[in-house]
């Protein structure tokens, strides 16, 4: 495919550079998913001459810069070269099945800055029409480090997303860490809800470990820990509605 074949798909795309990494979909699959990755490099430029090289053997279908402007290198129709050895619900061939956006970030290797709020934006905004398009499921937008976890970390922790999910853009809950701070806090303890750990909460974590689940006591919110909270919780609600005294 040359450079004049290929055509913005997105009313968000500002720019076209044809990659040449691309090829068929195998089995004629349809894209019903979106892996979020980040560049990894510390140029911006760089990133996009490698993933537009024939020689690298690799590419995306979109690239967002920090300032929120969107390259479209690959069609959404081709198969793109992003995903590498993956796998998600049992399938291995993530690229037949994806639509691959790069989001311009050095990464962990190369200080990995936080993500702007425009590029945040423009990401939320790409996901959204191609979610649209091909209706893919809430589900099935994920991290490169969620089909890949043993060989990748992008876009990694400091990665919005709930943002994107408040937008309507992939699946998000509340994480353990904070549900199981909010519970202790409601319990008595002195603990803020966050989700971070930090070794104030870790403190606070060992304290109740160490009176309700003293088989391990190491500071560490699992599922032992947050199913004991919740059952002392009921307990002691349970006895209150009786009017015992706590």
């Known amino acids: 495919m040359v450079a004049s074949e290929l055509r913005p798909e997105s009313s968000v795309v500002a ?21 979020l990755h980040y560049t990894g490099m510390p140029d ?26 969107i390259i479209q290198l690959v069609a959404e129709a081709r198969r793109a070269w992003h995903a590498g050895t993956s796998s998600w619900a049992g399938e291995s061939d993530i690229n037949s099945r994806s639509i691959g956006i790069e989001i311009a970030n050095p990464g962990h290797d190369h ?60 699946l998000w809950v509340k994480p353990a860490i904070e549900e199981a701070q909010t519970l202790l806090a409601k319990y008595g303890y002195d ?8 070794s104030a909460a870790r403190d606070v974590v060992a304290a109740f470990q160490r009176h309700f689940r003293p088989q391990r006591v190491d500071g560490i919110i699992d599922v032992s820990t947050t199913s004991t909270l919740k059952d002392l919780l009921a307990a002691r609600d349970e006895r209150l509605s009786a009017g015992k005294p706590g």
């Not at 911006?44 to 995306?60: F, K």
Request: with cysteine; proline share 8%.
């Open 191 to 198: 603990v803020t809800a966050s989700s971070y750990l930090d």
């Open 15 to 35: 720019e076209v550079r044809s990659s040449p990494n691309h090829n068929e979909r195998k089995g004629g699959d349809a894209p019903d998913m979106i892996v």
């Open 44 to 69: 911006d430029q760089d990133a996009i001459r490698l993933l537009c090289n024939a020689s690298s053997e690799v590419s995306a279908h979109y690239v967002v810069m920090p300032d929120g402007y």
């Open 111 to 170: 200080g990995y800055p936080a993500f702007p709020k425009r590029q945040i934006a423009a990401v939320t905004a790409l996901c959204r029409s191609i979610c649209t398009r091909h209706r893919i499921p809430a589900d099935r937008v994920l991290a490169h480090s969620d089909v890949a976890p043993a060989r990748k970390r992008d876009p990694g922790e400091k990665f919005p997303w709930k943002t994107l999910a408040d937008s309507g853009i992939g």
